[in-house]
């Protein structure tokens, strides 16, 4: 860690829950499934602060990618997902696990809520990960309708709906 | 901090960069001005990370609320905004800057980038607020347009609305 870092500020954050998706972790080579089922499992101590979470249809959850290898400093700019026909691009543009604050975001349907336990489908998160915070998804803070993403990642998107085809 | 927190694992945010935006604190009772333009300021560590995000239209933003009250268990159930209309909710169905972890999200436009300087419109955030993650917008994992509000935030938004019409 260098000077530049020593001498800022740190926080220290705290989960409050963690994601429970058993056999996810089983899968090698992991896909995400847009329609598996997982929970998140909130700490006791916290459930009392959900009520009122389950009238939303989606939730934003920011999750600890806890098992993601953390850079000191910006790393070699490099292709998305590994593919060599994409151009090489810095952390921040992609959705790589690997960044300063490895901090994972899903917007999840949520199914229904049983006291502490949210059933969602839609999180990308590995069995145990940590959840760090839950808020309810709003469309007027949220969506950016008229969002416009890189070409590559149009071309990715649309190279993992056919592998994805593929697959059956 | 009671037993069960301690026995946690705790992670450490390091920022990445601020939110500059002059003037705000002298704004008295803030209200959120959506074309109100910012800048983030990313700290030249990590400035070659940035490379590909301008192609993006929109961003994803965390950012740590590091001058709200952090509680140390639910708090009672409290209205949002204050408003006595509005029935009592937990914090996690609200935006409230008091939560376990004080992480914000905003979706701004990001309108150019100069270096390690991000030109933003849309980041509801105090000037010198420490940012601790990008990421650019994408509508496939982001919009959620179906998305359902509970019906006092949608009474809200239309007070905000008619309040802001009535300032001028």
Redesign the interface.
């Known amino acids: 860690m ?1 000077e ?2 020593d001498n ?9 829950g963690i994601v429970h998706r058993p056999g996810s972790d089983a899968i090698p080579g992991l896909f995400f499934d847009p329609d598996q089922e997982s929970m998140i499992v909130i ?11 389950e ?4 939730l ?1 959850v ?1 999750f ?1 990618l ?1 098992r993601a290898e953390r850079p000191e ?3 070699e ?1 490099f292709q998305p997902d590994g593919r060599d026909n994409l ?9 790589t696990p690997r ?3 490895p ?1 994972g ?3 999840p ?1 949520l199914i229904r809520r049983d006291g502490n336990c949210l059933h969602v489908r839609g999180i990308d998160a590995w069995d145990g990960t ?1 959840v ?20 590559w ?1 149009d071309r990715l ?1 649309k190279t993992h709906d056919e592998e994805r085809a593929a697959r059956g």
């Not at 808020?135 to 007027?140: C, D, H, L, M, V």
């Open positions: 260098d530049q870092e800022r500020q740190q926080f220290n954050v705290r989960p409050i700490d006791s101590l916290w459930e009392s602060a959900l009520t009122g979470i009238e939303y249809s989606h934003v920011l600890w806890d400093n910006a790393p700019l151009p090489s691009v810095g952390l921040f543009a992609t959705r960044r300063p604050n901090i975001m899903a917007c349907r940590p760090v915070d839950i808020k309810g998804y709003a469309p007027r803070d949220d969506i950016r309708a008229d969002a416009q993403v890189p070409k990642l998107w």
